[in-house]
């Protein structure tokens, strides 16, 4: 018997789960017979597993087991920790005749449930896969194990004077390689595009243990299908990406950042208009902070921005940032942009300021980039990664909340804030929805509230972190049955028994 339509709703989303779990091939669990196995060839260190001679205590794999928001969880006996591809190889060689579901994990720092178990698979960790192989200061060529932390690598590469491509959040955790398979966008995309422009090559280890070797370090390459496109955002579900060539560009003279607050959402687009005339090749970022995540952050004690008189009558802020050849140069800009934007009859912005120093500088960036862990903090959050049309971040934002009053369920209790931000520049809204607990009641609430909203819009339900096992069964709002259907059969060639990353991505 069904009390509520959202219980009934409810069935439905476990039948389709039920269904996708029917669809994944059946897979073998770990056995001490493996774990013998690749005792051959791996140091004893590189075993963490209940089922060693030596075993671990479960609660040394919960770290593995978990994902970064504690939302998803596994049931993994075993997390292998190899150093070397050829290591990689045989494991992969095994369990592929052994048919056992293989999860490749890098920093754990996912947002969708990509990067631990469904079920008992085995997790192949990347962490003691962290050397750098070559550097190029000519070219700007890095080429660097998948394991690399991505903070490591631009400190690697700072004293050459270069910067890496890519910056996110999560850079003191999360590794190149799982930016790779997650295609990551983060804070940079503006000014130096995505991965599928700045990776050169990439060294996988194939599911039958077959090592492609595609570590190119050329910028110009077009002899036959571009494969190392393939593994760009598979999310580990075609191999495992062991190596990788990237092209780092050199770093500019001077960096800028200001924080401006506006009276309303509507003024955004006009800003970002503006701006990009005012400032042109030298805007590097433009990230926006609606008020309840700007609180958020500072509640949380992620950076310093505005003081209260400044935030006063602020709907959103906006973190704009230039990266140019000269500090002066830059700076008069920005200054004129800032007059230009106060003076006018109609102001677009309340206030703004420019940062006076490299310790202001990062504080503006600690409150953007903050906003991710004080939601954690906040409580627990349902987020939606979503590509949009600029103009309607704010409508879905609001409407997201109406629906939840709708429900009953804005409330202390159940959910606490409803809140927006994200990469205006690229088109990318975090729409993220805090509760004090993941309940049944609250999903259903949202799914597949939100994603017929996004499809309503011709949108995207997944601008940069991926499907993972939190949308796989939601897919077909962002894409034709042809194109699906096509990714199966690309999957099929890789991975014929279906033991990488099982349930992630494709039903
Ligand atoms: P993991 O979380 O370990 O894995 C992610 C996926 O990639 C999984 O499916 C996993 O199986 C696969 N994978 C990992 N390594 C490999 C490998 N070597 N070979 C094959 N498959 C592999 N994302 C953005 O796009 N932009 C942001 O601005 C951003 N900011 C973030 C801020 C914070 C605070 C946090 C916690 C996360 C943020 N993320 C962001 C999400 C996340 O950090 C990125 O997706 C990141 O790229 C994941 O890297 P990772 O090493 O932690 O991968
Ligand atoms: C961000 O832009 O801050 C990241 O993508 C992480 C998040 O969405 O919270
Ligand atoms: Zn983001």
Sequence with gaps: MFSSRAAARQLVRHIKRWQHSSNQPTLNSVTSDDIAHFAQFLPQNSILS????????????????????????GSSTTVLRPHTTDQISKIMKWCNQRRIGVVPQGGNTGLVGGSVPTSNELILSLNNMSK?????????????????????????????????PLDLGAKGSCQIGGNISTNAGGLRLLRYGSLHGSVLGLEVVLPDGTILDNLSTLRKDNTGYDLKQLFIGAEGTLGVVTGVSILTPAAPRAVNNMILALPTFENVLPL???????????????ELIDRTAYELAVKHGQGKGLSDEEIEGAQCFVLLETSGGKKEHDEEKLNILLETLLESDSPLINTGVLSQSPAQFSSLWKLREGVTEAVS???????????????????????????????????????????????????????????????????????????????????SISAEHGIGAMKTHAMHYSKSGVAID?????????????????????E
């Design 50 to 73: 209940t089922l060693s001679p030596i075993p671990v205590a479960p609660s040394e794999l919960e770290q593995y087991n978990t994902d970064w928001m504690g939302k998803y969880r």
């Design 132 to 164: 750098v192989r070559s550097f190029d200061p000519v070219s700007g060529a890095l080429v660097a194990d998948a394991g690399c932390i991505l903070e490591a690598l631009t400190e690697y590469i700072t004293p050459h004077n270069h910067i890496m």
């Design 272 to 286: 970002f208009k503006l701006a990009r005339r005012h400032l042109s090749e030298i805007l590097s970022a433009f």
């Design 377 to 459: 903090k906040e409580g627990k959050a349902y987020k939606y990664d979503i590509s949009i049309p600029l103009a309607s971040f704010k409508e879905v934002v609001d409407a997201t909340r109406e629906q939840l009053r709708r429900k009953g369920l804005l409330h202390e209790n159940a959910v606490k804030h409803v809140l927006g931000y994200g990469h205006v520049g690229d088109g990318n809204l975090h729409l993220n929805i805090v509760a004090a607990a993941y309940t049944p009641e609250i999903e259903a609430a949202l799914e597949p509230f939100v994603y017929e909203l996004v499809a309503s819009y011709k949108g």
């Design 486 to 506: 096509l990714m199966k059969r690309i999957k099929h060639v890789f991975d014929p028994h279906g033991i990488m990353n099982p349930g992630k991505v494709l």
